[in-house]
């Protein structure tokens, strides 16, 4: 039987279906639909058994989007939504929706796209995440400055109760070549926390440097979230069709799993590959 590997970070998006306001403009290959079925190879090249689909857009399209793909495919484990966390009644509506589908693992708001960096300090959102707290279902924040990561330490003390998990490891400063910062003392801070856990994922991009990019370019930013949240509260993202902007989806795993494999042990390198994703999103 081979290894169980979830990618706990992979997105679809159909520009016919829903729409994505942060395409607009872009002239990268990002600005077209990307389904399910063009990852097929490289997944099993990949050596990946199962993936959680992360959202893509701030509307109920893309989720809706997101349930249909995981229903018609057997390894796709999860879905994590997007909820009107700005409308604690429809969030709660919603919510009582979603949790009839066994998919539904968690909840995301693009946060790195407001501009406000406080945006989840807003009493109404404080609401929202009360009521995910209060069922037990996880939050992925997705921040790119260090101050997303002081509001997300501040919001643990406001809702005690909920889980979060830093997408990206909210954007180590790798192209800077910083070890590490300001976002080091942050993420020392939150790592002291249980309720913070770390998705390392996207780091290929974060490098800077396109496709010319290795394992030793991010090898120190993955040691050092192992040392501090340790090996139980880690997992892996591959962060597709993002991530193309630094290489293959094959490219991109093989650098996390072989970096995982050289920093750990066996027993341990498990624990990041899949047990830690199950606990965390209850797959």
């Not at 192209?175 to 390392?200: D, T």
């Not at 949240?229 to 193309?244: E, H, Q, Y």
Request: glycine share 8%; aromatic share 10%.
């Amino acid at each position: 039987m081979s290894e169980r590997i979830i990618d706990t970070h992979l997105h679809i998006w159909d520009l016919q279906r829903a729409e994505y306001p942060w395409l607009s403009g872009d002239t990268s290959i990002l600005n077209r639909s990307y389904a399910i079925d063009q990852l097929g190879k490289e997944r099993e090249e990949a050596g990946v058994t199962e993936a959680i689909l992360v959202q893509a857009s701030g509307n109920a399209e893309d989720t809706g989007l997101m349930f249909e793909v995981a229903a018609a495919n057997e390894w796709i484990t999860g879905v994590v939504a997007w909820l009107p966390l700005q409308q604690p009644e429809e969030t709660a509506a919603q919510l009582e929706l979603y949790r009839k589908n066994p998919m539904f693992k968690g909840v995301r708001h693009q946060i790195h796209d407001e501009q406000d960096p406080q945006w989840l300090l807003q009493p109404a959102v404080i609401e929202s995440l009360q009521l995910l707290a209060k069922e037990n279902i996880p939050y992925d924040l997705v921040g790119i400055r260090a101050e997303h990561i002081s509001t997300a330490l501040e919001l643990s003390g406001r809702v005690p109760g909920l889980r979060m998990i830093f997408d990206h490891l909210n954007q180590p400063p790798i192209a800077k070549g910083e070890k590490f910062g300001e976002w080091g003392q942050l993420m020392r801070e939150a790592a002291a926390l249980p309720q913070f856990h770390a998705k390392i994922s996207g780091l290929g991009t974060t490098t800077g440097r396109g496709k010319d990019w290795s394992a030793e370019d991010i090898r120190p930013y993955i040691a050092f979230i192992l040392d501090h949240f340790g090996t139980s509260r880690c997992m892996l993202g591959g962060d597709w069709p993002v991530a193309l902007l630094a290489g293959s989806y094959v490219h991109t795993w093989a650098v996390y799993r072989k970096l995982i494999n050289e920093l750990l042990p066996a027993q341990e390198a498990t624990k990041i590959f899949s047990a830690n994703a199950v606990a965390f999103y209850g797959l």
